[in-house]
């Protein structure tokens, strides 16, 4: 069973779409998040979500947002999309916002043309 | 802001040797530090969890924290080719969300 597993793996879209990439997680965690990492590698975190509290890193536009239906799932939308947004985008969990290790899903692949 | 510099690389190691990767921070507050292996293609997995200061060693790896220099480190101990992938360094405050460092390339060759 995967643990954190995210779809689309590939996402190629033009500018100005909108589209949502999916991220569930069975293991139990409280705490989940989207991170964006660039072509240089950089890991930088978007969003954390625990217990409906939402913390946003300040630098995300807010084309990009974050939907939870409940603690196991939280997705992410993006409106107009534009060339900047192609990257990976990886979601992950961790038992608490206080726990160390983060269980990383496998990643989607943004491209936009 | 929270910053977690390292150099990226790629380092570039013959196997058998000890690679030796280095993460420096700027946030004084931080508490925790971790190490995560990344492989081409792949996602992040933590290979290292390192809290005190001094060494911390789990079979090949060695993961050194001097919290006074502000600086953790990373040693591979006969490096062998399927090392070879991306280490990305991260600290975290407290319950504050993990800041990463930029990652480091590690090649090792035969």
């Known amino acids: 069973d995967t643990a954190v597993s995210q779809t689309p793996k590939y996402l190629v879209t033009q500018m100005g779409n909108d589209k949502s990439i999916k991220c569930e997680q069975n293991l139990g965690h409280d705490t989940m998040y989207w991170y964006k990492q660039d072509s240089k590698k950089f890991l930088k975190i978007m969003f954390s979500?625990?217990?409906?509290?939402?913390?946003i890193n300040e630098t995300v536009p807010n084309r990009f947002s974050p939907k939870s239906p409940d603690k196991a799932h939280l997705n992410l939308h993006i409106n107009s999309l534009e060339l900047g947004d192609s990257a990976v985008y990886f979601c992950?969990?961790?038992?608490?916002?206080?726990?160390?290790?983060?269980?990383f899903g496998s990643g989607t692949q943004l491209s936009v043309l | 802001q929270k910053e977690v510099e390292q150099n990226s690389g790629p380092l570039s190691v013959p196997e058998g040797a000890i690679a030796s990767l280095n993460c420096t921070y700027s946030?004084?507050?931080?508490?925790?530090f971790f190490w995560y292996r990344q492989y081409s293609g792949k996602s992040p997995e933590l290979i290292m969890s390192?809290?005190?200061?001094g060494d911390k060693e789990d079979g090949r790896f060695t993961a050194q924290l001097n919290k006074a220099s502000q600086y953790v480190s990373l040693l591979i101990r006969d490096s062998q080719p399927s090392d070879s992938a991306t280490y990305l360094c991260a600290v975290k405050r407290g319950s504050y969300i993990p800041t990463f460092g930029r990652g480091t390339s590690l090649i090792v060759h035969p």
């Open positions: 992950a969990s961790s038992p608490s916002r206080a726990d160390e290790k983060l269980f």
């Open positions: 979500y625990n217990n409906k509290e939402l913390i």
């Open positions: 946030d004084r507050g931080s508490q925790s």
């Open positions: 390192i809290y005190s200061n």
